[in-house]
Structures are given as structure tokens and as C-alpha cells.
């Protein structure tokens, strides 16, 4: 069973930066992909970015490639999203998850954290 937190969400305008936190109990959170997902009003949830368990690889949704990076430190079972120039398309209520075929299907999610770009 994994719990995930995450935390590190708030307001901050057009081309600043965020660092999202996402905050797993359990022991075996090296095991599991990570994965970030976000949900605007009105909209689908979408992926946003990923960090494989199987080998040490990331991957991105085309919207953030190149202005976003996913994380992970395995040892204080901890996985990041650091948010750079960001735009007002990227507000968002923000999760990550966790599971083995995670983006795929994901066995765990947390309750998300808010990020609002202003323009």
C-alpha cells in the first residue's frame, strides 16, 4: 500500500516557477512508476509527466517537455515536479500517482494540489 501526499502547489505568475512535492509512505515506493497528471476546470485529466521504476527514464506530455521535470529520490520517498516558465494553460489541480503500470493504470493517487498561473 502506498499513501502519496502532495504539496508545493499556489499562485505565481506567467513564467515564474513551481516545485511540486509529492510525498509517499510505504516501502516500496521504489518500485512503482511516478506520475503526474493535472485537471483544469472543465476539462479531462491529462498526463503530465512520468519516472519509470523499471529503468531510469522519464517521460513528458508534449504541452510541458522542456519546461517541466519529474524527480524522484528513492530514499527519502519523494518524488518532484519542478515547473519551470510557466504559462496560464498550465493551471491546474495537480496529482501525483503511483503503481507498476503507472501512467498506464495507477494503483495510488493523492488529493492533489492547486497551481494557478496568472497572466
Known amino acids: 500500500q502506498v499513501q502519496l501526499v502532495e504539496s508545493g502547489g499556489g499562485l505565481v505568475q506567467a513564467g515564474g516557477s513551481l516545485r511540486l512535492s509529492c510525498a509517499a509512505s510505504?516501502?516500496?515506493?521504489?518500485?512503482?512508476?511516478i506520475s503526474w497528471f493535472r485537471q483544469a476546470p472543465g476539462k479531462e485529466r491529462e498526463f503530465v509527466a512520468a519516472s519509470s521504476w523499471i529503468i531510469d527514464n522519464t517521460y513528458y506530455a508534449d504541452s510541458v517537455k522542456g519546461r517541466f521535470t519529474i524527480s524522484r529520490d528513492n530514499a527519502k520517498n519523494t518524488a518532484y515536479l519542478q515547473m519551470n516558465t510557466l504559462k496560464p494553460e498550465d493551471t491546474a489541480v495537480y496529482y501525483c500517482a503511483a503503481g507498476r503500470s503507472c501512467p498506464r493504470f495507477c494503483d495510488y493517487w493523492g488529493q492533489g494540489t492547486q497551481v494557478t498561473v496568472s497572466s
Open positions: 510505504g516501502r516500496t515506493f521504489s518500485e512503482h512508476t
